[in-house]
Structure formats: C-alpha cells, structure tokens
C-alpha cells in the first residue's frame, strides 16, 4: 500500500462519517449511529472503499482515549458528591442486573462455560457491555420536557456517572482476569494500586494545575499539559498496572474536571475529536464490524441482547428506585432513562475485540442495541410524563 494512500482513506472516512451523521441527526438518532454506518458502508463488508489498517486502529485507539478522557472532564464531581448513596444504589443495580442478563444470554445462546474458560469470560464480557449508559439522548428529552433539574432528572443523570465508572471498574477486572499469566489476586491487587496512585497522584497535579489556571488563565498551555496527562495515564494504566487504557484516561479526565478552566480544556478536546479523532473511531467499528458471517442465529442473538439490555436496566434500576421510597412511576422514568447505550458501549465492546473477548460480527448486536435504545427512550420518558400530566389533571 501506498504511504500516501492514508490521505485518501482519511478524507473518505470524514465525508461519509459526517455526512450519515447528520443524516442520523435528521432522524433523531444519536450522530455516532450515522458514523458507525458510514464505516460499515465504506468498509470490506459493503463498498470496500477503505481497509482496516494499522495506522487506522492506532488512531481509533487515540480516539477512544480522547473519548473516555471528555468524560471524565465533564463529569461534576459537586453533583456526584450530592446524590450521595440513592444514584450510587441505583448505579450498582444498572450494573449488577444487566452484568448477570448478558452472561446468562450468552450461556443460554452457546452453552454453559466452567468459571475460568475462555467462555466465562466471553459470557461476562458480553454482560460487560450491557452494563454501559448513555445518557445525552435522556438529557436532551428531560431537557425539552423541562424535567432536568427535577429530583428523577438529578438521579437519572448521577446514576449514568456513576454507573460508567463501575463499568469501566469491571471491565478492568474482567480484562485482567482474562490475561492467561494472571491470577484473581493480582487483579485484585493492581486495580486498588491503579487506583490509589492515581488517587496521590491525581491530588498533587490538580493543586499544580489550580496554580497553573490561576496565573495562565485561559490559555493554550493549559490543554497542552492536560493531554499530556491524558496520555500519560493511559500508557501508566497499560505498561504498570494491566488496567485499560481507556481507565487511566478517563481518571485522568476526573482529576481535572474540577479546576476552574475544566470547560475549556474539554472544548479543545472536543476539536480534535470531533474533527478526526472520533469520526474514525466510529467509522472504524464499522470497518470492524463482519456483516459476511451474519446467519439466523447471530440475528436472534441480537434480538436477545437487546431486549435482555433493555428490560435489565428497567428491573435493576427502577427495582432499586422503589426500594429507595420513590413511586412507582418515578421507579419506572429512572430505568427507561437509564437504558439508553451509546458511546461508552461501544468503547468497551472495541476492548473486548482488542484483546480477544469479542469477535467483529458482534457489533451487529451492540449497534442494533444502540439505535434501539436511542429511538425508544425518548418516546417512552414522554408517554410517562404524559400520565402524569393526565393523572394531575
């Protein structure tokens, strides 16, 4: 191949990617849908315009990163802080019910597999993936019905915060459990050391960073050193700890998400990302995904997976909203809000292809998922806010 070919894949990536993208917005799907397509459209399984490379899966790879650290900047630690143990609960339901569902699909689809197999771990993964919330598409209805800043709004949005960082907790114990050479112990042992470094670490670079904002306020150098960091933490998670690196972006992401020039850092982010980095991430799923090999019984495997992800999340959270006193159909708005997958789903599912726990013809299932969700949520939230209007009337 060519060295100067990659301009060529490039700018066809970026043409497709965005063009379904607002395709995807004019039908009120979720942008990353439109791209996920375009790669499936430009990619081997259709037009075979572009090939997957190296030099792709490296920037995909610089994506997702990019991604993951966003997130961690726009978390707000004040409102996490405030939401205190009823979100957390909530949180751990949407995690542990959906986790369980997806494994037992699995095992249900292609067998039950001994604790250890390679199975298990395909079979916890698959459930890994389903423990994922995306929330813009909720926001965004919450927003239009001016029910965000309501007490479901509130819980609804901590809840997804803190959910995705469980998430990501499991799927770095499920891909250290994974590793042939490690042992449950070892894990164990370097997910709390990951953690508590960062934790030490993290301190002494924000109070850094506070004196830096203050006395360079709004400038340049400020997101130049914050990706640095980003990075940093990334190849600390991989080279010292086994932890993704994905994790140590999107802690690095939280160490700086509360200085004050947090915004500004993510909207510079948000350049890069948007420009190149994300579309080829997205792109590259669908360049990734193997729609050759799709038979009858990868098709009702991802008619399971959805429903399974779908109603978990409604039974995990809403059960866990009822236990924590709210009503029944407060209970019912907080497990819809919770079921839409988008984003972090597919970063995760594009670990599990990297070390081997996911298969591309998988995606299939993870893509359906998301364009499910992202269509349903919003018409279910509004239905429900309609019977309240009803009931009060």
């Keep these: 191949m060519e ?3 990659v301009f060529k894949d490039l700018a066809i990536i970026i043409i497709f990617a965005k063009g379904f993208g607002i395709l995807a917005r004019k039908c009120k799907a979720p942008q990353v849908v439109g791209e996920i397509i375009a790669g ?15 030099f792709l899966t490296e920037m995909a790879e610089v994506g997702v990163v990019l991604l993951m650290f966003s997130a961690g900047l726009e978390t707000n630690l004040k409102d996490l802080m405030k939401t205190g143990p009823i979100a957390f609960l909530i949180a751990c339901a949407g995690v542990f019910v959906p986790l369980v569902g997806g494994a037992l699909l699995y095992m249900g689809f292609y067998g039950m597999a001994p604790w250890g197999s390679e199975n298990f771990y395909q079979a916890v993964f698959v459930g890994v993936i389903m423990t994922a919330t995306s929330v813009s598409i909720t926001v965004e209805s919450l927003k239009e019905m001016g029910k965000l800043k309501g007490k479901v709004g509130t819980t609804i949005l901590s809840a997804a915060i803190i959910d ?18 490690s042992n449950p112990g070892r894990v164990v042992l370097n997910t709390f050391l990951f953690f508590a470094a960062a934790l030490v670490v993290g ?28 990075f940093i933490f990334s190849y600390a998670a991989e080279r010292y700890f086994g932890i993704a690196d994905i994790t140590g972006a999107y802690v690095a992401g939280i160490i700086l998400c509360s200085m004050r020039d947090a915004n500004y850092v993510e909207e510079k982010m948000e350049v890069s990302s948007y420009l190149i980095f994300g579309p080829i991430f997205f792109a590259s799923i669908g360049l990734k995904t193997n729609i050759d090999n799709v ?29 924590c006193r709210f009503g029944m159909r407060d209970s019912l708005k907080i497990g819809v809000g919770m079921m839409t997958r988008g ?8 670990k599990g292809l990297s070390v081997g726990l996911l298969t591309p013809v998988y995606f299939t299932s993870v893509i359906l998922l998301i364009i499910i969700s992202s269509i349903c949520t919003p018409i279910i939230l509004k239905l429900l806010y309609a019977k309240d209007k009803e009931a009060a009337a």
């Design 164 to 181: 995705d960082v469980i998430g990501i907790i499991v799927l770095t114990f499920v891909i250290g459990f994974k590793n042939p050479e």
């Design 295 to 323: 038979d009858g019984a990868i098709l009702l495997f991802s008619l399971g997976f959805v429903i399974v992800a779908l109603t978990t999340k409604i039974i995990g959270c809403g059960l866990m909203a009822k236990l």
């Design 40 to 54: 499936l459209i430009i990619g081997p399984s259709i037009l075979g315009l572009v090939q997957q490379t190296e």
């Design 3 to 5: 060295p100067y070919s």
């Design 343 to 350: 984003e972090v789903a597919l970063i995760v599912a594009q």
């Design 203 to 230: 301190f002494i670079l924000y109070k850094v960073f506070k004196i830096f904002d203050d006395k360079y306020p709004h400038t340049r150098r400020i997101p130049i050193m914050s990706l640095a960091i980003c």
